[in-house]
């Protein structure tokens, strides 16, 4: 699961790496990553708990944790950085909850899948609590994926198919709004747009036809 194979246009693989993630809703944490340069996919779901095949309504009472596997391409977006937009876009000091959500199915944890990601994830958690980026100690769990189980297919791409529902009015768009905030560099909407401001600019279209002589 750490690692998968991709085709490039050039013939050329390119290892992509997967990792799974809960900082509460998943609603929130999938629309966060669906936004971030590098990102391949990333599908919603449910781990670390006992309970075998959870559904939305019974993960409260299994032990699992709303998760999101995150599968992206490490030549573009590298683990460590992944790892400080998750920290960084929900609440990592927060036990078992997250805004309005509360349970231990809200809580923030990072499920890894191999050594390096352990060894990563405890490193940026250990210069995050050293910074003291937060006033409060970091809570954020740290444990090695077992089973993932996919969620209902209705809560797959949630926001971007439920713009006008009322949780992803609030809820959910100020999680996407402080990721374009904090993240502007790796944010894939902010990419398409100075592309399209470039491409609609005639001075810079010459400018940089000139630049290719």
Not at 20 to 37: H, I, K, N, P, S
Not at 58 to 84: N, R
Not at 95 to 115: K, M
Not at 150 to 157: L, V
Request: hydrophobic letters at 30%; charged letters at 30%.
């Amino acid at each position: 699961m750490a690692g998968q194979a991709a085709d490039e246009p050039n013939g050329q693989e390119t290892k992509l790496e997967t990792i799974t993630l809960g900082g509460g809703c998943f609603w929130c944490v999938e629309a966060v990553f669906q936004r971030l340069d590098g990102v391949k996919s990333v599908v919603s779901g449910y781990t670390g708990g006992k309970t075998p095949n959870p559904t939305y309504q019974t993960i409260k009472y299994g032990g699992h944790a709303e998760v999101v596997q995150v599968t992206f391409d490490p030549q573009v977006v590298s683990l460590e950085q992944v790892f400080i937009v998750f920290l960084k876009t929900h609440d990592p000091t927060s036990w078992h909850r997250q805004g309005p959500d509360v349970g231990p199915q809200y809580r923030s944890a990072i499920f890894y899948s191999s050594d390096e990601q352990k060894k990563t994830a405890e490193a940026i958690l250990k210069k995050f609590a050293d910074e003291k980026v937060y006033r409060k100690p970091i809570v954020t769990e740290v444990t090695k994926l077992s089973t993932f189980y996919r969620a209902e297919d209705y809560h797959q791409n949630y926001y971007n198919l439920n713009k006008n529902q009322s949780y992803c009015q609030t809820v959910v768009r100020d999680k996407v709004l402080k990721f374009e905030r904090l993240f502007k560099e790796y944010s894939v909407t902010n990419k398409k747009r100075e592309e399209k401001k470039k491409k609609n600019d005639p001075k810079k279209e010459k400018e940089s036809s000139a630049g290719g002589l």
